[in-house]
């Protein structure tokens, strides 16, 4: 968090990358994260993996800390049209509130 206040100091309307291609693999550290970023009062993006359209608690964490995208990376190339679709609306939708 002291490298976010320090950033905050520079510019104060700045959209963060968290630069992570799993920022939120972990769970529990994700979810502490989360919550410790929500009185910074930033907009950010990150990387993670599709399963976390799988799980609405985090979503509403990312959105309410300040998560305005989400880069969503699959392992599997020839991943099925349908999970494509179903993991770009579950976070889209998530994420506007």
Partial sequence: MAEIREAKRWSRNAFFE???DSTILDRNWGREFLR???PEQ??????TDVSVADD???CNLLAEAGCRQLLIGFENPRAGEGTRKRAALAVQGNLRR
């Fill in 18 to 20: 968290l630069a992570d």
């Fill in 36 to 38: 410790g970023l929500i």
């Fill in 42 to 47: 930033i907009y950010w993006f990150t990387e």
């Fill in 56 to 58: 609405l608690e985090l």
